[in-house]
């Protein structure tokens, strides 16, 4: 599946960031799409994922701030940031999960203080 993802950028603490991703195509199975992050010498952690019957996941460092959110066929996720903290600063990915993991090309998100 290939993924196009957009938004992300510069953001001061305390402010928002959104964040798109769609498939190329369309995907009549998709089961979850979502967002993890990533920062150099770390490994990749989940921020938000949604599920084909719309249950959202979300890490708890981004509960209260982050909103996931798509399409019925699941074919676009968005993923509106609040209240975005320094340590929110990462390179975020799109990932979407028909059989196996998907990713898009990363979109980078840094937070100033």
């Known amino acids: 599946v290939q993924l196009q993802a957009s938004g992300g950028g510069l953001a001061q603490a305390g402010g928002s960031l959104r964040l798109s991703c769609r498939t190329a195509r369309r995907v009549f199975s998709m089961r979850v799409m979502g967002w993890y992050r990533q920062i150099p010498g770390k490994e990749r952690e989940l921020v938000a994922t949604l599920s084909k019957d719309g249950s959202p996941t979300y890490a708890e460092s981004v509960k209260g701030r982050f909103t996931i959110s798509g399409d019925t066929d699941l074919n676009t996720v968005h993923l509106q940031m609040n209240s975005l903290k320094p340590e929110d600063t990462a390179m975020y990915y799109c990932?979407?999960?028909?059989?196996?993991?998907?990713w898009g090309q990363g979109t980078q998100v840094t937070v100033s203080s």
């Open positions: 990932n979407a999960r028909v059989i196996s993991d998907s």
